[in-house]
């Protein structure tokens, strides 16, 4: 018999750690009966009573597990560490507590994997949030993709079913920050999209606030592209460039008609600045290129430090 793994991290989800559990309770009973279930918490030091109630759950039900952080590592590393804690022959990365991701899709999921696909994904066709969110997370991800050097279909999440060769392959990437929704297809293999409506939060508040959502995405554009860094490098470059030109056309005008297009003295300070400000553009490009390689190989801390770990 197979065991399929989903991961639920969770902060402060007192008010839906409960029903996150039932329902893919309910799963195991009904479509995946054929199945082993192991249905991986992880809380990062959560303030009300999610801890408590997780440990209520683990004692009642065996193929529930649990991981308590030590402090609170922010969604993406807790959840990460959940998935390499996982057993499973294939794995949900991430189940929200919230159930902003339905969970009934999994036995859709579970059908196409076991045809083949390596990673099956969910496409938020469609999204009950505001449409000034919608419109930023949109052009963020087609920037994102558009930059990197694979593609990242539109709409994609970290609700994502992936083989254990994949979840191995993600473990092989020494990173303490991971980007779990690229790093899958940065790895490979044989994928497929299943479109689906992404919920709004129903219970509770999230913890996924602006700065954090901010931090994530700035993560995204540093580890799958180093193009922010070349486009300072090529701006660099224009700028210089620019005042180089501003500096022979000037030049030009003032020996066919014997006058200057500012006062004297005026076009110099000018075109130092410019070019001047080109130059250093230009350098912190070069240097950030290896900055970048060198924070790539120095990056060896532990995702979380975890304070317990129940039924493992």
Not at 62 to 71: F, G, H, Q, S, W
Not at 181 to 207: D, H, I, L, N, Q
């Amino acid at each position: 018999m197979k065991t399929i793994s989903i991961v639920t991290p969770c902060y402060n989800e007192e008010l839906n750690i409960r029903e996150c559990h039932a329902r893919v309770a309910a799963l195991f009973d009904g479509e995946l009966k054929d199945y082993r279930r192991e249905h991986v918490f992880c809380d990062n030091a959560s303030t009300d009573r999610t801890a408590e109630i997780l440990r209520e759950l683990a004692a009642a039900d065996p193929c529930v597990k649990v991981i308590l952080n030590a402090r609170n590592f922010g969604p993406m590393r807790s959840n990460f560490n959940g998935v390499m804690a996982a057993s499973g022959d294939v794995v949900l990365l991430f189940l929200p507590a919230d159930l902003q991701d339905p969970p009934e899709l999994l036995p859709q999921f579970v059908k196409l994997w076991e045809a083949g696909n390596e990673i099956v994904y969910g496409i938020r066709k469609t999204r009950e949030e505001g449409a000034v969110m919608r419109m930023a997370r949109g052009l963020y991800y087609r920037v994102l993709t558009g930059l990197s050097e694979f593609t990242l279909p539109p709409g994609v999440g970290d609700f994502q079913l992936v083989d254990r060769k994949v979840v191995e392959a993600m473990r092989s990437i020494d990173d303490s920050y991971p980007f779990m929704r690229m790093m899958t297809f940065e790895c490979g293999f044989t994928a497929v999209g299943v479109p689906y409506r992404w919920v709004e939060r129903r219970r509770g508040v999230t913890s996924n606030n602006l700065p954090r959502l901010v931090d994530q995405g700035l993560n995204g554009l540093v580890t799958f592209t180093p193009a922010p860094l070349r486009l300072l490098l090529f701006l660099g470059f224009g700028i210089a460039a620019l005042a180089l030109a501003y500096a022979f056309v000037s030049l030009a005008l003032g020996l066919i008609f014997f006058r200057q297009l500012a006062q004297p003295g005026m076009m110099t300070i000018i075109v130092a600045v410019f070019f001047f400000g080109g130059v250093q553009l230009f350098s912190i490009g070069v240097l950030a290129e290896y900055i970048l390689a060198i924070h790539s190989q120095v990056r060896r801390k532990p995702v979380v430090f975890e304070r317990e770990r129940i039924n493992f």
